[in-house]
């Protein structure tokens, strides 16, 4: 009996043992996984790094070379300015010498001597500047915007001085100058009715007649100067009590043709009822050229209504 219990004893042992060994075994390659997610995390995580400071490395070798070439092209400009200015300084020279070797000369050929000098290159442009050319043979010498005269109109333009007269760089278009000789611009209203047909529309109230180009009294505005124009009138059309269709219709007028319409038109209306009726138009006039509003077509009783302290009727127009 006690040598049964020894044996089993020592079963139960070697069970234990064993069992002790595959829970170290399953501990250890549990441990291993874990070890090797761990570095696949970190390799990811390395990685990732790695191409972001690619990027940045990328944006930086940008950004290098940008500079780079801007500072090529400084350093040409710089280049380009040293050769004029040791032209300018070579020419000096030759004057300095001249007049140390002819130290006899009088103060008149001296003046005259001066006046040959500043005026040599200014002669070759007579009149108002047409270009950066012109304005650096006259002496300009700083880069900036410019007023220059164009074919019809005065234009903006870069200059850069830095660049010899015949380079094309020398100047860049910008646009035209918005330069009027006189202004011209106004706005006028009515203080009563109107129904008359085929005749310019009078107005009695004068709120502004910049240039006195209008003429409130006649309804007719006359262009003082060749440009652009804009016109824009509105009134009120006022209709009798009918069961059929009504309406009122005004035209804008250049030089006696009609250039534009508006209408107001209404059906199975009653008295005292009123519409609006508006008509806008941008035109190009010659000096002299004459432009008004008038009713060119209606329906019976039908008329711009209008009072005094109302001003529901107004015209306005400037040059653009």
């Known amino acids: 009996m006690a040598r049964y219990s020894s044996v ?34 970190n390799y990811n995580q390395f990685k990732e790094s790695v ?19 801007e500072n090529k092209e400084i350093r040409e400009r710089l280049e380009s300015r040293i050769v004029q ?52 043979q006259i002496g300009h010498n700083w880069n900036g915007l410019y007023s220059v005269m164009g074919n019809k109109s005065v234009e903006t333009v870069y200059c850069d001085f830095t660049k010899i007269l015949d ?37 009695e109230v004068e709120r502004v007649n910049v240039g006195n180009a209008m003429d409130s009294s006649k309804g007719v505005f006359t262009a003082p100067q060749a440009g652009t124009y804009h016109f824009s009138f ?14 009122l219709g005004v035209g804008l007028h250049l030089n006696g043709v009609r250039v534009g319409m508006g209408l107001a038109e ?4 009653i008295k005292g009822q009123n519409s609006q009726l508006t008509l806008q138009s941008t035109l190009h006039l010659e000096v002299g050229d004459r432009v008004w ?17 109302y001003h529901y009727t107004h015209f306005t127009g400037w040059m653009m």
């Not at 209404?266 to 209306?269: D, I, R, V």
């Not at 509003?293 to 302290?309: M, T």
């Open 266 to 269: 209404e059906a199975n209306t």
């Open 51 to 69: 191409e972001a400071k690619n990027v940045e490395l990328e944006a930086k070798v940008a950004q290098l070379e940008i500079q780079l070439q």
């Open 293 to 309: 509003v008038e009713i060119y077509y209606k329906s019976s009783s039908v008329y711009l209504y209008d009072a005094i302290g």
């Open 167 to 203: 380079d094309p760089d020398l100047q860049k278009w910008i646009g035209y100058a918005d330069v009027k000789a006189t202004p011209t611009y106004f706005y006028v209203q009515k203080n009563s009715s109107f129904s008359a047909f085929d005749t310019p529309i009078p107005f």
């Open 85 to 136: 200015l040791e032209a300018k300084v070579q020419h000096h020279e030759s004057f300095l010498s001249e007049v140390l070797l002819y130290p006899n000369v009088t103060d008149n050929n001296q003046q005259q001597s001066s006046y040959v000098i500043t005026t040599s290159i200014s002669q070759s442009v007579i009149g108002m500047p047409t270009s950066c050319k012109d304005l650096k």
């Open 234 to 247: 509105t009134g009120m059309a006022s209709f009798p009590t009918s069961s059929i269709f009504v309406y």
């Open 8 to 41: 089993a004893f020592t079963h139960i042992v070697l069970c234990y043992l064993i069992f002790v060994l595959s829970l170290r075994s399953t501990d250890a390659a549990l441990s291993l996984k874990q070890q090797l997610k761990q570095l696949k995390e």
